[in-house]
């Protein structure tokens, strides 16, 4: 398998190895697309769940469970406030 790097990645590439991190640049392009592939899942996680919550809010409006824009701003306002006097206390 042949890879291309831009030589902006290849220099990256390069440096890890006189490093001493890495014995070779093959061994940097495998943890790349290890750390690559894990990102990758975490942000599918991260996705799924935002999904859930999107259809929760969803069902939670089309029964009827919903507040006004303004009176939900001024709750979030007022727990954010909490939380900084929570913090600095």
Do not use: W
């Not at 507040?67 to 206390?89: H, M, P, T, Y």
């Amino acid at each position: 398998m042949n890879i291309s790097l831009t030589p902006e990645l290849a220099h990256q590439v390069e440096e890890r190895v006189a490093s001493g991190l890495y014995t070779s640049a093959s061994e940097v392009v495998r943890e790349a697309l290890r750390l690559f592939l894990h990102f990758e899942a975490a942000r599918a996680k991260g996705l799924e769940g935002l999904g859930g919550m999107i259809a929760e809010g969803l069902a939670q409006a089309e029964a009827g469970k919903v507040i006004a824009g303004d009176d939900g701003r001024q709750r979030s306002q007022a727990r954010i406030a909490a939380r900084r006097v929570e913090k600095a206390g």
